[in-house]
């Protein structure tokens, strides 16, 4: 009995121990800076505690099948894969110290460094069965480390590369070039010397920092640039027509140094290039060649480039052109003198010296005295525009300011938007002297808090544009300090004008910016804050991007049926040959993309092309820009369809509006597709203006949804970072439409990530429907009429036989007339018809009426000029739709035309809707 008592004596003395230990490791857990885990090694069972709340998970987090998981979430940075495998490959061994580094996604999309170590755990056999370890975030560590990586490979006065780190850079490019060019730029400040000795060291010092950031300014996004010395500094140049490159790259460095005047003196540079591999196979070689071109430079009156060439046929470019013309006289007057004598080499090189000394004496008088004159001349005769407000910057002072402060910035700049809430309303209610007085209190407040460079423009009315030299964390408090401070002062001082400011705060992220970017996104900002300002937020503020900060879960507005979808993923992961096709506007096209294989639809393919390295994929791009779904229902079979393609991806969300008319469209256009002879997998692609949020998503997602299609929206993925601030949508865009390369790369990123989770989507598809339509569907059967398939009776219209380049090359195959009274008349059976015709934007241009079975009231103006500036463009107007089947005519008859005129009428084609097959148009 005694020692029944004492085993339960014993296990509850044990259970307490247990207990006390869990107190003691949570304690330790809850104030250490790092996490516990444990991996079952006969599983693949990972658990990790809730420590990383607020980097994953709130609750422990236990994950099956760990490493083919981590794969399949993507959750670890593809630099860091190899990393990750090993480790796993570690724990499976079960090896004694187990310790790997990694950046993974965290909740809030963004990678942090974690530091993974363990030990394993064995069983009474020895065996290891558990791998027990903690886990580190060591993105703090790992900043400060490449802050002092950076800090030794930098020069610590211009912040450029320092000359070991250059030679490394170089050399790298050397040895992993294979056929690319490269081109060295040495550049050597003119009579740094003197400037030292006459001006002190400090003032040396600034002018090296201005020679830095102008450089810094004038190289390439892909160039290096670096101080290689006292006085010297180096840009290697890299990329495509790089010889061409470093030259425009010198030229930039000129003009803007030429612009640099401190205490009245101007500074000039002298540069010398060399070319790889056509000058040199080295580094050493690079810097011995454009050292000599610099220092023909020197030899030759300095303030000029040059170019090394090996024959010595040099030649010096320069800013200034008149020095050029001067010496070539002078050459001519001493060929005059000495005619018929020969000229060695040497004797040419000190006449030429010579010149070249006299010139740059010349140039510098005739300069200093244009700018004495110029400067008399615009105090004497120049009006110097008043501001709105006395004392404060106008847009045109602002500009100048702009240019000699943004180059030389050293911290971070906010820009800044600031307004009057409802301003129309309230100004309508005050008088004149009472508005004036407003603004002009509003204006002396703000510049009371600018200190510094800080600056103020007035824009227009209530807007008011600051330049804030503040930290992220300032510029907010400052501005809403600005806020509070003025609403209180102007309601003690006009107690019955209920004042309320609102405003806007944009990060300068580099030193590139222009007056005209600035003014740019002062618009942006003002549009921003007026939509998302409340009373209680006042402040919008655009954030500097950081890590992933697109959603492209939400991307995928709905799954779909994917038993097409698989079947093309699984072909493609046999070998098959398959044909990828995509139709859509101007996004799909490419426009604004750098180069045709940098737009989405080309980065999507080459995304697949990587996965299933053994199959070909044949890509065909059917898109052609500021053309919709209509014309899309029109020219598919064409375009895209009579290439069988395997898979299918439209895109129209941009170019449709939102109208049933344009449902109705779309949903021929998909029904065509997906009912075609090859029964290809489709993805519908919805993309969104990116300063309105505008997209025709809402309604050609419900024709994805009754085909049970796969939808993809930017709407939902990338501009909600857009709108909430996350992402500056000029990063992605320049025009708030098209993406540029950045943007088409997160459009195809949020493409390639459904695609992925379809590979591995082990679901079992239901069987497929293919409904009835949703709509009239009059688009599903269309002939398009163009003059080699149709004869319409005509007057004054000839026929335009030029061959077609391309499908983007779209006035092609019509008919075009300028005379008024000239016609074409078509027969066709069917239920519709629009017609395509140009609007030239170098108007004006010559008129035309079209009118379906002589019915005045289905008349359309077909006016011949185009009111923007862009381009001419192909206008499809619908004249009649859902007319009874049956037999009609159109007539398209010239009304009107100008003596003026620039172009005749040019009718591209006429689309006939709701045919069927017996149709029969003519």
Known sequence: MMEKEELYARIEELERELAEERIRRKITEDNSDCALWEYEIATKRYVLSRKLGGKWSTTNMVIENYQEQMHKWGFVHPDDWSAFDAFCEAMDRGDEHISYEVRQVSDESVFVWFRYVGIPVYDKDHKPYKIMGKTLDITGEKKNQEL????????????????????????????????????????????????????????????????????LISAGMEDYAGRIGGDEFCVFCRGKNVGQHAVETAERISRMADQIQLSGRRVTLSMGISRYPEDASSYEELYQKADQALYRVKRSGKNAFSVYDKNYNYVDYTLERKGTDRETGLWQELEKYYKGRQWTETESEILSTMTRMMESYLNHEEYAGNVREREKDTEKDTEKPEPY????????????????????????????????????????????????????????????????????????????????????????????????????????????????????????????????????????????????????????????????????????????????????????AKGERLTVGFIGG???????????????????????????????????????????????????????????????????SVNDHCTPHDMETYEGLIRQIYGSRSCPAMVLLHSVYYDTGKS??????????????????????????????????????????????????????????????????????????????????????????????????????????????????????????????AYLEFAFRGTGVAVQYRRV????????????????????????????????????????????YGEHQVRVEITETHAEDKAEFYLVSVIVSGVREEGNTK
């Not at 024709?703 to 930017?714: A, E, V």
């Not at 359309?860 to 001419?872: A, K, S, Y």
């Open 148 to 215: 002092l990586e950076q800090k030794a490979e930098r020069d610590s006065l211009t912040d450029l590369y320092n000359k070991a780190k250059m030679r490394k850079l170089v050399e790298k490019h050397i040895q992993q070039a294979d056929d690319t060019e490269g081109a060295f730029l040495i550049i050597d400040i003119d009579d740094f010397k003197t400037i030292n000795d006459t001006c002190g060291h400090l003032y040396g010092d600034e002018v090296l920092i201005k020679i830095a950031n102008t450089i």
């Open 389 to 572: 407000i006395a004392g404060m910057e106008t847009t045109e002072s602002f500009s100048i300011k702009l240019e000699q402060i943004l180059p030389w910035q050293d911290g971070q700049y906010a820009e800044v938007f600031l307004g009057i809430r409802d301003y129309d309303e309230i100004s309508a209610k005050m008088s004149e002297e009472v508005k004036n007085s407003l603004l002009y209190h509003l204006g002396t407040h703000i510049q009371k808090h600018l200190k510094g460079q800080e600056m103020v423009c007035h824009l227009k009315k209530d807007e008011f544009l600051l330049l804030l030299d503040n930290h992220v964390e300032a510029a907010p408090e400052k501005i809403g300090h600005i806020m509070i401070m003025f609403e209180a002062m102007i309601g003690d001082k006009y107690p019955d004008v209920p004042i309320k400011l609102y405003g806007g705060i944009y990060y300068l992220e580099s030193r590139g910016y222009r007056p005209e970017e600035i003014f740019r996104i002062s618009k942006t900002l003002k549009n921003k804050a007026k939509r998302y300002c409340t009373v209680e937020n006042s402040i919008y503020e655009n954030r500097k991007s950081a890590g992933n900060v697109i959603d492209k879960e939400a991307g995928i507005l709905n799954r779909g049926n994917l038993t097409r979808l698989k079947s093309f993923l699984n072909r493609a």
């Open 586 to 652: 101007s996004i799909t096209q490419g426009f604004a993309a750098t180069e045709p294989d940098q737009c989405y639809a080309a980065r999507t393919v080459a995304w697949l092309r990587k996965v299933f390295p053994n199959t070909e994929f044949d890509y065909v791009n059917a898109g052609i820009g500021a053309t919709n779904s209509q014309f899309g229902a029109a020219r598919v079979q064409e375009d895209l369809l009579r290439r069988l393609p395997d898979l299918v991806m439209v895109e129209f």
């Open 696 to 821: 025709a998503a809402y309604y050609h997602a419900q024709i994805g949804r009754h085909y049970d299609l796969p939808c993809i929206s930017m709407q939902n993925s990338i501009y909600p970072a857009v709108a909430a601030g996350r992402l500056p949508a000029e990063k992605i865009t320049a025009d708030f439409l098209h993406p540029n390369d950045l943007g088409h790369e997160f459009m195809a990123s949020v493409i390639t990530n459904f695609l992925e989770k379809v590979i591995h989507d082990k679901t079992v598809e239901q069987r497929e429907i293919f409904p009835v339509p949703l709509t009239e569907n009059a688009y599903e059967h269309c002939v398009r009429l163009q003059y080699f398939n149709s004869t319409p009776e005509k007057s004054g219209f000839e026929e335009d036989m030029t061959p077609q380049r391309d499908i983007t090359d779209i006035f092609r195959n019509g008919w075009s007339a300028g005379e008024k009274g």
């Open 841 to 884: 934007k170098d108007g004006p241009a010559p008129i035309a009426t079209a009118v379906v079975d002589e019915n005045p009231e289905t008349a359309c103006v077909l006016d011949g000029t185009f009111d923007e500036t862009w381009g001419d463009k192909m206008q499809l107007t619908t004249v009649a739709e859902h007319l009874p």
